[in-house]
């Protein structure tokens, strides 16, 4: 309330204690099970400087997934840097050569370790890297990495560009609530690797990367059929991850390969880090209008997802069922049906705490300026 009086909403509020309990939550977590752990934070969850820098102070190296966010890692003054994602563009692989001595690439695809193999021709720098795959559990996301089948004749080709040094093996799941699906794709590994990489090409593994998609538990909701309210979502603790997915590795890969596990965790990081604060500027029969709206979101999460909404200015620990609508020119543009309050008036601020992952990051000009950052002290 007393920066909301200091500052016209809206803005975006970074909470800082708030994201160094969740790096630190997060970290130990993982230590604890994984010893052989390194953390690389996904710049695509939430790109703001202070989070960047927050991650890189606890020795934490980034992921980046184009070359705008490798420019952004390399400001925020990371030592390491992953490269990931597909459609990298020649100037981007370039741009990862030139710092090849922080950077490790993860490869898509053949088509782009063919460009690579030409980039790299009589060039003096070695390049260190890794490639990703998909395996069935994918489904729809199928459009990253190569199949599993292919991955030993992916390391055989890139075996023949000398100054590629291939050494990893990553994988992502995307909106992972419980260690399940890590937990199988890890089996499918070990048993692909033990059939088709000889002892030689698994000495050069270093690291297998496993990706983020950690979703944090009950911040938002899903909306039940026909308005009979909300159901949270909820997601399994980062420690019961950690337990989970060490004891596939022991399973599964320990007796194959002697390297590190690197992580690529952003939602679960972000989400904490950042609260929306908006004024209510119009109350009219049965809904509410705020200064801002899908313009600070990017997508109209509020349509498709329960978010809780708290009036600080008539805050009560009840919900009220009263729309709370964004003031774009889209009947999609609505924050949600339920808010905390005791009353609904105009010059109400409200926040809708938690929104740090793929809010900011996807904040749009349409028709209303992107707000301002400000800092919860
Ligand atoms: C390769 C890769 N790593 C990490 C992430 C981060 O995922 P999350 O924010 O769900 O942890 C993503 C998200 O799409 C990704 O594509």
């Known amino acids: 309330m007393q920066i909301a009086k200091k500052n016209s909403t809206p803005f975006y509020l970074i909470d800082h204690r708030a994201l160094e309990q969740g790096i630190t939550r997060f970290q130990t977590a993982f230590r604890k099970h994984l010893l052989q752990s390194r953390f690389f934070y996904a710049i695509k969850s939430n790109y703001h400087a202070h989070i960047l820098k927050a991650v890189v ?41 030139k710092h090849a001595d922080k950077v490790i690439l993860n490869i898509d695809n053949f088509s782009e370790l063919q460009r690579l193999g030409k980039i790299l021709k009589n060039k003096k720098i070695t390049l260190r890297a890794g490639v990703r ?48 699906r ?15 990489f000889s002892a030689a090409m698994l000495a050069q593994i270093k690291y297998i990367d496993l990706g983020g998609g950690y979703f944090p538990d009950k911040v938002e909701g899903t909306y039940l059929k026909k308005g009979k309210g909300y159901a949270p979502i909820r997601s399994i603790d980062p420690q019961e991850f950690a337990r989970n997915i060490r004891a596939a590795i022991k399973k599964n890969l320990d007796s194959l390969v002697n390297c590190e ?26 809904l509410a209008i705020t200064d801002g709206g899908i313009n600070m979101m990017g997508w109209e999460f509020g349509k498709e997802f ?72």
């Open 261 to 286: 596990y690197y992580l690529e965790p952003g939602r679960i990081i972000s989400t904490p880090a950042m609260h929306l604060v908006l004024s209510i500027v119009d109350v009219k029969k049965g």
């Open 57 to 97: 102070k606890h020795g934490w190296g980034l992921d980046a997934s184009s070359g705008r966010e490798l420019n952004l890692a390399l400001k925020a003054g990371a030592k390491e840097i992953l490269f990931t994602g597909p459609g990298k563009t020649d100037d981007e692989l370039r741009l990862a050569l």
């Open 182 to 196: 890590n937990v199988k794709i890890i089996a499918e590994l070990g048993a692909y690797l033990k059939k088709h």
């Open 306 to 377: 329960y978010l809780p909404i708290f009036n600080l200015s008539n805050f009560s620990r009840h919900e009220l069922r009263f729309p709370i609508y964004g003031s774009l020119c889209t009947p999609r543009d609505i924050w949600g049906h339920w808010i905390h309050a005791k009353k609904i008036t105009s010059g109400d601020v409200i926040v809708i705490p938690n929104q740090g992952a793929y809010r900011f990051a996807l904040a749009q000009e349409f028709i209303k300026p992107i707000p301002q950052v400000r800092m919860l002290d």
């Open 133 to 180: 795959f998909f395996s069935k559990l994918h489904e729809d996301w199928s459009k990253f990495g190569i199949p599993l089948k292919d991955l030993a004749k992916f390391w055989k080709a890139a075996a023949k560009i000398s100054n590629l040094r291939l050494q990893g093996i990553q994988f992502h799941s995307s909106k992972n609530f419980t260690p399940e």
